[in-house]
């Protein structure tokens, strides 16, 4: 059994080693951009948008570890470390910059 991860800085570069999939990250994009629409949306409408959000954001995914990644969502082992990196995640996303990310992390854990 291997050791847990106790800080979120050591959690990040397993986090994107778990991500190396870019319909995987597609997948995590488009369900993040679901949830923050939901999140949204519930302000101004009703609470059922509420409802969407862990199907949007779980939903998605988990499809994509499943079908593209072919490994566990590091959210059943990591619940919150995996919400936080999954928001700077999308951000990176955002900004142009989790190819790279992906990359330095890829060179980084075979230095290790």
Not at 22 to 34: A, E, P, Q, S, W
Not at 37 to 50: L, N, Q
Request: glycine residues 8%.
């Amino acid at each position: 059994m291997t050791t847990p991860i106790s800080t979120y800085k050591a959690f990040w570069p397993f986090y994107v080693s778990q991500h190396q999939s870019k319909l995987n990250r597609n997948f995590h994009f488009v369900g993040t951009t679901f949830v923050l629409a939901c999140f949204f949306m519930g302000f101004a409408k009703s609470a059922r948008f509420f409802l969407g959000i862990p199907l949007c954001g779980y939903g998605f995914a988990w499809f994509g570890h499943l079908v593209f990644e072919r490994n566990l969502p590091a959210t059943w082992r990591y619940p919150f470390w995996s919400l936080a990196a999954d928001f700077q995640m999308f951000a990176f996303m955002c900004l142009g910059r989790m190819d790279r990310e992906v990359k330095r992390m890829g060179v980084l854990q075979s230095e290790i």
